[in-house]
């Protein structure tokens, strides 16, 4: 045979499409290979069936994923007993834009009428390659829906990257009468680039977010360790709202050491486009503890929720909000927490116009809470609460409209039997701009004022205009 002609036999052998043969067996495997089912991994090829069908090979065991770029154009179904594995860092799972189901992994109540147990995914990169934002989409990268009567249990996220998802992890449930999911744990993973636009719908104008993370109707949930980056909304439109974590009815959770961030770390973004780090609704017992939450419009949203700690957070916001609100929120503790760079209030507690609930009976301790617009901390229709030993400094600085008759170091507004004790709360700045040390409207009554440390304010120590406040300023 002439040299060039077998040249480019060899050249041909090369450049072929490969050829997937996919097992016939059977049987099941407690350790599967998808490229033992055809996968490709070259990011080109339809990975999709094969692992679909390495998935099915195994009703108990390892899903393995060697490094590659795998490519997938429709969702798969996901079952209990198994774990997908990959290869941290090198192990890339590519959701088409033409993906009509707009899930990567799927468990749902239309599949079957099974529970979702001791299910897990380590070491992968998950990304979505198409437009997130697109009109009808709405793409989650693991999404999971038990039929009513199910559940899923022991679900767990460890050392994987979700990129360009509307929603990367979504627990979500038939209704509220019951929990769904039991136990979920989600560690050491980094949620970057998630977003989406608002566009109203032809028959119903209604809220469309976006979270990393959704957990709805679930029992002790654990998020710790992981890393929200870059997640926001691509228009200003006041319905839309994208959020890191995002937790409604659920209970007793620990949202722990993560850090959440809008923009490029040490630089403060044209324009916040990112709603919450983590919004919690009628969620009941979570403890929220070690968190760094920067740059959103409001770093955490507590709405009509009982009983959640929050402790030894960092909350740093320059967005158009409160850095942190507890609104119809109740018998809460917010403990040793540093907030500061609010356009508007540091700390605010408000009644839910929703539900009409007030946040009363919460424990408000220990907090560092200086440089913000408007009031260090704020009380409206909010009642019996007890807040000592905070240090409020250097606010009331914003030139927020909002803000003009509420640039207080404390403000309460329509509040009463609420105990403000041993705080120290002062303006050190030569052009003073915190304007009282704390200042009662007349809507108020029957408060207690006692023995704070209340120095230098641009216009006095303590406005009571309140009925039946009992006043005493430490010596």
């Known amino acids: 045979m002439p040299f060039a002609a077998f040249f480019f036999i060899l050249l041909y052998a090369f450049h072929a499409t490969p050829v997937v043969a996919y097992p016939t067996t059977t049987a099941k495997l407690e350790w599967v290979n998808i490229k033992d089912f055809g996968a490709i991994g070259d990011g080109v090829h339809d990975d999709t069936k094969a692992i679909s069908m390495a998935i099915g090979a195994t009703d108990s065991g390892v899903i393995w994923f060697p490094m590659g770029n795998y490519r997938l154009t429709s969702s798969i179904a996901i079952k209990s007993f198994i774990s997908l594995k990959g290869e941290v860092g090198g192990t890339h799972l590519l959701m088409s834009s033409n993906n ?3 899930q990567c992994f799927m468990f749902q109540f239309s599949d079957n009428n099974n529970n979702l147990e001791n299910f897990s995914v380590s070491g992968m990169n998950v990304t979505y390659m198409g437009n997130a934002d697109a009109a009808g989409k709405e793409p989650n990268a693991f999404f999971l829906l038990p039929n009513k009567g199910r559940h899923t ?14 929603n990367a992890i979504t627990f979500n449930c038939r209704d509220f009468a019951a929990i769904y999911h039991y136990y979920p744990s989600i560690t050491n993973c980094s949620f970057q680039n998630c977003s989406y636009s608002y566009h109203k719908e032809a028959t119903n104008d209604k809220k469309r977010n976006s979270q990393a993370i959704w957990l709805g109707s679930v029992f002790r949930y654990n998020v710790s360790g992981c890393r929200f980056v870059n997640y926001e909304v691509n ?21 722990t050491s993560n850090i959440f961030t809008s923009g490029v770390s040490g630089q403060i973004p044209a324009v916040i486009n990112t709603g919450y780090g983590i919004w919690l ?21 507590i709405q009509n929720c009982s009983k959640v ?18 609104d119809g929120s109740s018998n809460c503790i917010i403990s040793g927490n540093t907030i500061t760079s609010a356009i508007m209030c540091g700390l605010a507690l408000f009644k839910d116009n929703e539900s009409s609930y007030s946040s009363n009976n919460n424990r408000l301790v220990n907090n560092n809470i200086f440089n913000c617009g408007g009031a260090g901390i704020l009380l409206s229709h909010s009642n019996a609460n007890y807040i000592n030993g905070n240090t409020v400094f250097n606010n009331g600085n914003g030139s927020d409209p909002l803000m003009a008759d509420n640039k207080q170091g404390i403000y309460l507004d329509h509040v009463s039997e609420t105990k403000i004790i041993h705080n120290k709360i002062f303006d050190d700045r030569e052009n ?25 304010h641009k216009l006095g120590l303590i406005s009571n205009k309140g009925i039946g406040s009992k006043i005493t300023i430490a010596q």
């Open 281 to 301: 609704y009628y969620d009941k017992g979570t403890y929220i503890t070690g968190n760094t939450l920067k740059n959103h419009h409001n770093t955490a949203k």
């Open 153 to 166: 249990k022991n679900i767990s996220f460890s050392n994987c990257v979700f990129s360009g998802w509307a």
């Open 309 to 326: 700690v929050l402790s030894n957070n960092n909350m740093e916001t320059f967005g158009q909000d409160n850095a942190l609100e507890l």
């Open 100 to 102: 009509m189901d707009n």
């Open 432 to 456: 003073k701009k915190q304007e009282y040390g704390i200042f009662i409207n007349a809507t108020s009554s029957n408060n207690q004022v006692i023995n704070n440390n209340i120095l230098s």
């Open 235 to 255: 228009n200003s439109d006041a319905y839309a709202a994208t959020v890191g974590l995002y937790a409604y009815h659920s209970a007793n959770g620990t949202i």
